[in-house]
Each structure stands twice: as C-alpha cells, then as structure tokens.
C-alpha cells in the first residue's frame, strides 16, 4: 500500500523563524494529501486567529513525502 504523510510547519515571519515540522497524517495518494494539507492549513489559521496570524505574520508550510515502505526480494 501506498503511504503519503503530511507534514505541518507553523512558522512567523516576524520572528523570522518555524515550529518544528509535524507528521499530520497519511493518505493513499499524492492528490489527496495536498488537498489535504490546504485545508488543514485553513483549519489552523482560522484556530490561531485572524488577530495573531496579522500581528505574527503566521504562514504555514506543508508537504505531502512518500513514505511506502520498500520491499526488497532477497
């Protein structure tokens, strides 16, 4: 099975530095994560705030990294 992560990072332009990135979750498929981490993306900003996201400069990051395991015939 194919397993795509989605990984989060919360960063502030005015500190001029990020959070330490955060495995999200996982999905089947490339598409699927990246609709995935846009919304999410909506989803913290709205929790954060309108206030702090403006005063902070917040942004978030995301990526969709392949994570299948790979098999090896001996």
Request: hydrophobic share 40%; with cysteine.
């Amino acid at each position: 099975m194919k397993v795509i992560a989605l990984y989060m990072i919360l960063c502030s332009a005015v500190a001029e530095q990020c959070m330490e990135g955060f495995r999200h979750s996982v999905y089947e498929n490339h598409y699927d994560c990246m609709i995935a981490g846009h919304e999410e993306s909506i989803s913290k900003l709205n929790e954060i705030s309108a206030k702090e996201v403006n005063k902070n400069k917040i942004f978030v990051k995301f990526i969709c990294a392949d994570e299948t395991p790979k098999y090896r015939k001996s």
